[in-house]
């Protein structure tokens, strides 16, 4: 899997949008970006994925540059219940043989 | 409603001594997995299955094992011989169908300390 680089923590208001960075720019063609993030204690919550497009559910959003070497997770209006740590990884759609590699992810701390 | 069972939630364990972490899921889910996370750390992989009868070491298998006899179960021990057991440890499992990375569902996580 390619290697992504995430920022270590960040701060939002309540209320704002969270926009969380990630760097993966030797993803390769058939590599997917997924977002996953993981309440304290808790395991980790699947967010939303991509390919090349933007996508939006009733999460967040996912906006992935047109190079894909970079993306952003869009949180429109954070609560403090978005405070959690944020992983993005990138994975090929059908490879056999793998399983998901998380990092440190992003801290998010949503405060009022 | 479907999900996955991880048991016990807390459990101890003296020095020297084998233990076995349960991990159940009914989502008729293809593969699971164990991962292992320290405090301020992200998930270690320790072990993955796809397929029942077949599993694949992951970063940090020695001292562990694990079987998969059935697509519900994939149970993990913790061996004498790993050095630093006490973690918290995650099981997941994935359905394949729709991608190597979509719709993982963890359990709540079993906490493991060696006194």
């Known amino acids: 899997d390619a290697k992504t680089t995430q920022p270590t923590s960040m701060d939002c208001a309540e209320g704002r949008a969270a926009n969380l960075p990630c760097n993966h720019s030797?993803?390769?063609?058939?590599?997917?970006v997924y977002w996953y993030r993981q309440i304290h204690s808790q395991g980790p919550q699947y967010i939303i994925h991509?390919?090349?497009n933007n996508e939006t559910n009733e999460m967040a959003s996912l906006i992935i540059t047109e190079d894909r070497k970079s993306s952003t997770l869009i949180l429109p209006h954070a609560t403090l219940r978005d405070t959690a740590v944020y992983y993005c990884?990138?994975?090929?759609?059908?490879?056999?043989?793998?399983?998901?590699?998380f990092g440190k992810g992003t801290t998010l701390s949503v405060s009022s | 409603d479907g999900g996955i069972t991880q048991s016990p939630k807390y459990l101890f364990r003296k020095e020297g001594q084998n233990v076995t972490l349960s991990c159940e899921q009914n989502?008729?889910?293809?593969?699971m997995y164990w991962y292992r996370q320290d405090p301020g750390q992200g998930l270690r992989l320790i072990y993955y299955?796809?397929?029942?009868?077949?599993?694949q070491k992951g970063d940090i298998a020695e001292g562990y094992s694990v079987s998969r006899e059935k697509k519900e179960s994939f149970p993990l021990t913790v061996t004498s011989a790993q050095k630093n057991p006490t973690a918290f440890y995650l099981c997941?499992?994935?359905?394949?169908?729709?991608?190597?990375?979509?719709?993982?569902?963890f359990g709540s996580g079993t906490r493991l300390t060696v006194v």
């Open positions: 991509g390919l090349k």
């Open positions: 997941a499992s994935s359905p394949l169908s729709k991608g190597a990375g979509y719709g993982y569902t």
């Open positions: 030797t993803i390769s063609g058939n590599e997917y």
């Open positions: 989502l008729n889910h293809d593969a």
């Open positions: 990884i990138v994975s090929s759609l059908n490879q056999a043989g793998t399983a998901l590699i």
């Open positions: 299955s796809q397929i029942v009868n077949d599993f």
